[in-house]
């Protein structure tokens, strides 16, 4: 090896290997601070591509869950409304099966008159059946409402609607045509009654059913998210306890390539000694 003063080739290299140090201990810092191993598409292209795609299917699933919550909502407030005029009728049924006996006319009359306010209550708790705009019951949505069931928005789920209208496949009972005047359209109104009580019984058990499994997706969406953010973080994630043991490696590394550089830059010192008398 020349002895020289021009070139440190001793010198040279402790800066080197001081340079890699720091670079490392850099990275290593930024994943202690960030707690991610992979924080952008620097660090890995391939992982990071991967996970950005993760990240937004996590957030396709978040507005799939806005949309089952909204449907959860309308199928409540339906289930709710079908629930209180089911009510409603066995009401209308006792009032009708009193009238088919023979009673006296202001007997009849007080009846008649419970048997009209119920039939208007009824009506009014159909239509207010709302949420957001959607009535699952007054036959203004007769598809139903249909959401979207996964990320590409390639399959969709049907909430069914249920016409609770008077004179309508559920509610045979007509106001324009039952009523309680006298024993016999009493007893008409009364089967009226009863087939709309049996109709109402079978909507509310497919309302149910339609909740159910809207309650059940709802469900699969929120552990299929969870499964996505462990992914994620199994790909992203920085090991802190692994990253905390290199931090100390690259401390005393760093420490000790300082002192590499010193003794290296002290030797051409030694040249001086050889021209002292």
């Known amino acids: 090896m020349v002895n020289g003063v021009n070139n440190n080739a001793q010198s040279l290299a402790a800066l080197q290997n001081l340079n890699a140090t720091n670079k490392s201990l850099e990275e290593t810092t930024d994943r202690i601070s960030s707690g991610l191993k992979v924080a952008d598409a620097k660090d890995n292209a391939a992982i990071f591509s991967v996970a950005q795609s993760l990240r937004g299917e996590h957030a396709a699933y978040d507005v799939i869950q806005v949309s089952l919550d909204r449907s959860k909502s309308v199928s409540d407030v339906a289930i ?10 066995i009401q209308l049924r006792d009032k009708a099966l009193s009238a088919t006996k023979d009673i006296d006319a202001s007997s009849r009359a007080a009846f008649q008159e419970d048997f009209n306010s119920l039939l208007v209550q009824f009506e009014k708790i159909v239509g207010s059946a709302e949420f957001d705009g959607v009535n699952l019951l ?3 949505n007769p598809g139903g409402l249909e959401f979207i069931a996964d990320a590409s928005a390639s399959t969709t789920l049907r909430l069914d609607a249920e016409d609770f209208s008077f004179g309508g496949p559920n509610i045979i009972i007509d106001p324009a045509t039952h009523d309680l005047s ?15 009580i049996t109709n109402v019984n079978g909507a509310l058990a497919r309302l149910g059913g339609s909740s159910q499994k809207i309650d059940n997706h709802a469900n699969f969406v929120t552990r299929l998210q969870d499964v996505i953010t462990e992914g994620v973080g199994e790909l992203v994630d920085a090991d802190l306890g692994k990253e905390s043991a290199i931090l100390q490696s690259l401390q ?22 050889l021209f002292q008398n």
């Open 80 to 89: 709710a409304a079908g629930e209180t005029a089911s009510d409603i009728l």
């Open 138 to 140: 007054d036959n203004s």
């Open 252 to 273: 005393v590394k760093q420490q000790l390539g300082v002192q590499a550089m010193s003794i290296a830059n002290q030797a051409p010192q030694a040249i001086l000694s």
């Open 182 to 196: 006298d024993p016999v359209n009493a007893t008409a109104a009364l089967d009226a009654i009863k087939s709309s």
